[in-house]
């Protein structure tokens, strides 16, 4: 669990990009490879500790391959209340 405030902002960021990336056609491989240049940057950047850096890639980790993060929801049809 990220308890830091810095990190849980930057999870933020990444599971909105994530969802974001799925609607416009991206799938696993694609996002895969934005975590990985995104935690790239952050190390070089100095941005976090190392080890928040790791701690964040699970838990993003974790999220991307939640499929239920991704599920397609459809809504029920509405239905027809009257006569034929």
Do not use: C, K
């Not at 990009?17 to 952050?42: H, I, K, P, T």
């Not at 100095?46 to 991307?64: C, D, G, M, V």
């Not at 499929?67 to 239905?79: D, G, T």
């Amino acid at each position: 669990m990220l308890q830091d405030t810095q990190t849980i902002r930057y999870y933020q960021r990444l599971t909105d990009a994530f969802v974001e990336l799925w609607n416009r056609g991206y799938r696993m491989d694609d996002m895969r490879m934005y975590l990985d240049g995104y935690l790239a940057a952050l190390g070089q950047s100095n941005a976090i500790e190392p080890y928040l850096i790791h701690r964040l890639e699970e838990e993003a980790s974790r999220y991307l391959y939640d499929v239920s993060n991704f599920a397609i929801i459809q809504a029920e049809p509405e239905r027809q209340h009257g006569y034929y």
